[in-house]
């Protein structure tokens, strides 16, 4: 865990040493941004951290608590997401240590949106609703307490405060009906006296550095895995706790709801983010709560592997809980309206029509099946990865989504999620894989490390099973994935797996291709879960919508590098929905994507190694195993 730390009273004096460029606190903090979590801040940040710091640092001088820690920009543990301050003391009534969470925001003017005291919209702020600040910091508070050793069992320990130090009382008045837990406050300029009698009344005039110190270095308990909780989140959603954006994506439904079906209209939510970002938090816990509240709910994804795992887990012993959990074809003669919400996960899946070769005569149509999961459902809640399109015919991206919503007149919401969970909390890693293989712009670059993800090479497979092996036994989830280069055998007349994956003397089976267990492999919805699927390589339609904390990727001889950067190499590409009629150009496009997926299922780290030698000792250099010539 990481945060730019200094007493309230240094900070005070930083932010008023003009003397050398480099002492500016915005720079300061900036600098310490860049070289912990590999973050550039915006202008805007700046400013606000210039504005804002300063005034915190002298309300704690003014209140007699000048020794209380301040620390800027707290990166919250297996997140991206960073709180504005938390501060550290000592309680004043237990001698113990004293946490206080600060949002500071520089709103002027703010308002309930339309009536729903959770939603905010800020003056002058461009970007729709904004979660309610108190409601935003009693949801960092709790995450803290569920991560952090050091505060567990103490939720008593940390508090939470929204500081609107540019608006008047009058001007934000009725954003105090959405302050609900005594956990949380919210302060005005209109309300610095009682501010800082609330810190006086938190903190003892005592140093916070030893209550800083171990806030920072407390162990992180692992969060709660997806699946184990999924049953007890269709009857409990507190097992997860939703940060920000999340929370936000998550009112915007409820809110979407109640209005759509009382004006008997229909809103569309699209959220998007990258892997580990709380998507499929978000939809569980929209499941939950609907179903609770008795909503005509469905979830319904495009994959197998996942929509299969879900009917399991949750629904294990319970068909009602099974049938709420559905694929994108399902919805072909459903009932318009019938459903409240239908929440569409992994919507990156979704297909230009819902036909198949199966599908009889009576059935067929032009009708995109975009259309039709719109039509299904009031609130139609569309959750994907734009980057994780990796089949022909597959076209769920956001713009696509919002065109089809908009031609027909439909509200459509946005959230994007960009910033949280990415990959254990290493947004640097995943932002390296897309440059890496040409997803954004400026090229391959070398990896600078990051305390919270692991990357390394192999240099052999047998190299990189061992790793991943000794990792397994080490008590963390760990498989073994790679580009779909080798072809896929049905099982033999034995019950065993061919060994189809081979490189050299090394080889190893793909995962199942069925939902029936072969041997001692699971079946394939299981592969990534289940004890045994660390025996085969998984490729990227089972792994696809899976994390797991080590991750050990074979780039094949699809994608290889030439002449400073990666290409593709179509015809090494052993996967039949590859076909002929398959552009040259979507298939680059779907080899690449299908890179991406494999290389962001880690949550604590990920090794690679490529089959190809020159692309080997690229992928050394990048990762600094290697000195340059």
Request: aromatic share 8%.
């Amino acid at each position: 865990m990481t945060a730019f730390r200094h007493s309230a009273e240094s900070l005070a004096k930083l932010a008023t040493d003009d003397s050398v460029p480099e002492k500016r606190l915005s720079e300061a903090i900036a600098e310490h941004l860049r070289r912990t979590v590999r973050v550039n801040p915006s202008p805007a940040e700046r400013r606000s951290w210039d504005r804002s710091l300063p005034l915190l640092a002298r309300d704690l001088v003014d209140a007699g608590l000048g020794a209380v820690e301040m620390l800027v920009e707290y990166q919250l543990p297996l997140t991206s997401k960073r709180a504005d301050v938390v501060l550290a003391g000592v309680d004043r009534r237990t001698a113990g240590d004293a946490y206080v969470v600060v949002e500071l925001k520089q709103w002027s003017r703010a308002e309930p949106f339309e009536d729903n005291p959770r939603l905010v919209l800020v003056e002058g702020m461009a970007g729709g609703p904004k979660l309610h600040p108190a409601l935003q910091v009693e949801d960092y508070c709790d995450y803290i307490s569920d991560f952090v050793g050091a505060v567990e069992g103490h939720d008593d320990a940390i508090r939470g405060v929204a500081y609107l130090h540019n608006a008047a009382d009058l001007d934000i008045q009725d954003l105090y009906a959405g302050v609900h837990s005594e956990r949380t406050r919210l302060f005005t300029k209109s309300r610095r006296g009682a501010f800082l009698d609330y810190l006086r009344e938190q903190f003892a005039p005592l140093p916070g550095a030893d209550a800083a110190d171990r806030l920072l270095n407390s162990a992180v308990r692992p969060s709660k895995q997806l699946l184990k909780l999924a049953a007890q989140e269709i009857r409990d959603r507190e097992q997860f706790v939703l940060l920000a954006e999340q929370r936000l994506a998550y009112e915007i439904v409820l809110n979407s709801v109640g209005r759509a079906r009382g004006a008997d209209s229909k809103e569309v939510v699209i959220v998007s983010g990258g892997p580990g970002s709380g998507k499929s938090v978000i939809a569980l816990s929209l499941l939950g709560e609907l179903s609770r509240q008795g909503r005509p709910v469905m979830h319904a994804t495009g994959s197998r592997s996942f929509t299969e795992t879900l009917r399991r887990v949750p629904g294990k012993g319970s068909s009602k809980v099974k049938n709420l959990f559905k694929y994108f074809n399902s919805f072909m003669t459903a009932e318009r309206n019938g459903l409240d919400v239908l929440i569409c996960d992994e919507a990156h899946r979704i297909r230009e029509t819902s036909q198949n070769r199966y599908t009889p005569a009576r059935l067929r149509s032009d009708r995109r099946q975009v259309d039709e999961l719109i039509d299904a459902a009031r609130v139609p809640v569309f959750l994907l990865d734009e980057h994780q399109v990796v089949r022909p015919g597959e076209m769920g991206t956001v713009s696509e989504i919002r065109s089809h919503a908009e031609a027909r007149g439909f509200r459509v919401h946005e959230v994007s999620l960009d910033g949280q969970f990415r990959c254990g909390g290493s947004r640097a890693y995943e932002e390296w894989v897309l440059r890496l293989l040409g997803l954004l712009p400026g090229g391959p670059a070398l990896w600078h490390g990051d305390d919270h993800f692991e990357v390394s090479p192999a240099e052999s497979p047998q190299e990189l099973e061992t790793l991943l092996r000794a990792k397994l036994d080490e008590g963390y989830s760990a498989r073994m994935t790679a580009g779909y280069c080798w072809p896929w055998s049905n099982p033999l007349q034995d019950d065993t797996l061919v060994h189809d994956v081979q490189i050299g003397d090394w080889s190893r089976p793909w995962n199942v291709k069925s939902e029936r267990a072969v041997g001692e492999a699971p079946a394939s919805s299981l592969w990534a879960t289940q004890d045994g699927g660390f025996e085969q390589v998984g490729c990227v339609y089972t792994a696809q919508g899976f994390e797991y904390d080590w991750n050990g990727v074979i780039i094949g001889p699809d994608l290889v590098y030439r002449d400073g950067r990666l290409v593709t190499v179509r015809k090494a590409s052993k996967d039949p929905a590859l076909t002929r009629s398959t552009a040259d150009e979507q298939a680059d496009r779907l080899i690449r994507n299908t890179y991406k997926v494999l290389l962001t299922r880690g949550m604590v780290g990920t090794a690679l190694f490529s089959t190809d030698q020159e692309t080997q000792l690229f992928l050394r250099e990048l990762m600094g195993h290697i000195s340059h010539t």
